[in-house]
């Protein structure tokens, strides 16, 4: 209660226990020695007192603008729109199925706002797109997902936070079978795309491959 009362958001945590105390205050056995009615005045202004300053924070909250500015996830977004069917299926990495699923409004196969062990096992299958496999090899896991199209996002084939973390190295820790071969992003980025994939879409952070 302490802390609730010094530090500001950790004030949720002592509602509850402000709403018990409160409803104490009606309690017979507690207060007896108060009369009912004025306990009852007591609860009304205390209630009255936490709904005005609410509903100042409420006012307050509502009335700050914020915006999203990404030009680049702007134009993939109007480019699915506009070319591919309502019905089509998209994968890629998950934050950006999160975006093509509320603003393209377009079925995807692996969300992150769902965890359960299939999502983690399809978007494994999906994320080949990052390793060093044959592109026939992932050409084959993704349609027998039924996905139409595949983003490939240049900051995922490249950055890395820290030693061991890029999907590069993690791909080679899981799929050591492949380590010697160049990564499937590296190659679409530096303009090759392997058959049978074909590209439909580019700019400078996207990449959308048809599958099929």
């Known amino acids: 209660m302490a802390m ?3 530090i ?18 009606m ?4 207060f007896g020695l108060i009369q009912r009615h004025i306990r009852l005045v007591l609860v009304v202004v205390v209630a009255c007192c936490m709904t005005f300053q609410g509903y100042a924070n409420l006012q307050k909250e509502w009335g700050t603008i914020g915006e999203f500015n990404d030009p680049a996830q702007e134009e993939l977004v109007q480019w699915i729109q506009a070319k591919t069917s309502s019905n089509a299926v998209f994968a890629g990495s998950m934050p950006c199925m999160a975006g093509v ?5 377009r079925p995807i196969v692996n969300h992150p706002h769902y965890e359960d062990v299939d999502i983690r ?12 496999k044959p592109a026939k090899e992932i050409h084959r896991t993704l349609s027998g997902m039924k996905v139409n199209y595949v983003i490939l996002e240049n900051g995922w084939c490249v950055r890395s936070s820290g030693p061991g973390c890029s999907m590069g190295e993690m791909w080679d820790a899981e799929d050591p079978v492949n ?3 160049p990564m499937f992003c590296t190659e679409a ?3 090759y795309v392997p058959e049978p994939f074909d590209v439909v879409f580019r700019n400078n952070v996207y990449q959308v491959l048809k599958v099929s």
């Open 4 to 6: 609730a009362i010094m």
């Open 8 to 25: 500001m958001r950790l004030k949720l945590f002592y509602t509850p226990h402000l709403c018990v105390l409160v409803g104490l205050l």
């Open 27 to 30: 309690s017979d056995k507690l």
């Open 101 to 105: 699923k509320l603003n393209a409004y």
């Open 121 to 132: 096992r399809r978007t494994l299958k999906v994320y080949q797109i990052y390793s060093r």
């Open 179 to 181: 380590i010697d071969q």
């Open 189 to 191: 980025f530096n303009g």
